[in-house]
T-cell receptor, first 113, second 113 residues
Framework: GDSVTQMEGPVTLSEEAFLTINCTYT??????LFWYVQYPGEGLQLLLK?????DKGSNKGFEATYRKETTSFHLEKGSVQVSDSAVYFC????????????FGTGTRLLVSP | DAGITQSPRYKITETGRQVTLMCHQT?????MFWYRQDLGHGLRLIYY???????DKGEVSDGYVVSRSKTENFPLTLESATRSQTSVYFC????????????FGPGTRLTVL
């Protein structure tokens, strides 16, 4: 079945450092890909998404490019802030049938001043 | 208030008790979802609903029951709570299926003693 694999956390960075959180997926078709973010004590919210190969999703300084050849959707940010401390979830949705979301296990990011 | 709300936010119950978690959304979204979040597993789908009176099982539905008599409400019932159902439960809604953004509630932390 479909699956998403994320790097284990926590990822600990100093403010203004470069961030990469790796995400790879397994899917039978051509899924849409998502990054959701969960701030402490809150529900998840969509950060960015890409619906086809080579698309780049971006929001709030975060970017991720849909790489079909490497089945990856790595999240990057050039300069992190303390306020970016959260748990980040990679997810996919097949574009056929019910199209449910399949989530990775999440990666906790801790940014210190 | 507009949005998606869950109640209660925190619940402690005993093994064998019936518990109902409430979810209410004000957008008239067609799709609603229940997930549970556990360390090491990310989010797993319990049940989903495509419209009022249409529900279907997710990957971890055993021991749970849902109903959807009105578009805006999607209660989740644990018929006889077990310790393994201790978790954080999130409700979500979306206007369309998978490729559309899902909007998450703040979560209910349930502890079964």
């Amino acid at each position: 079945g479909d699956s998403v694999t994320q790097m284990e956390g926590p990822v600990t960075l100093s403010e203004e450092a470069f961030l990469t959180i790796n995400c790879t997926y397994t899917a039978t078709g051509y899924p849409s890909l998502f990054w959701y973010v969960q701030y402490p004590g809150e529900g998840l919210q969509l950060l960015l998404k890409a619906t086809k190969a080579d698309d780049k999703g971006s929001n709030k300084g975060f970017e991720a490019t849909y790489r079909k050849e490497t089945t990856s959707f790595h999240l990057e940010k050039g300069s992190v802030q303390v306020s970016d401390s959260a748990v980040y979830f990679c997810a996919l949705s097949e574009n056929t049938g019910f199209q449910k979301l399949v989530f990775g296990t999440g990666t906790r990011l801790l940014v210190s001043p | 208030d507009a949005g998606i709300t869950q109640s209660p936010r925190y619940k402690i119950t005993e093994t064998g008790r019936q518990v109902t978690l409430m979810c209410h959304q004000t957008w008239s979204h067609s799709y609603m979802f229940w997930y549970r979040q556990d360390l090491g597993h990310g989010l797993r789908l319990i049940y989903y609903s495509a419209a009022a009176d249409i529900t279907d099982k997710g990957e971890v539905s055993d021991g749970y029951v849902v109903s959807r008599s009105k578009t805006e409400n999607f209660p989740l019932t644990l018929e006889s709570a077990t310790r393994s159902q201790t978790s954080v439960y999130f409700c979500a809604s979306s206007d369309l299926a998978g490729t559309d953004t899902q909007y998450f509630g703040p979560g209910t932390r349930l502890t079964v003693l």
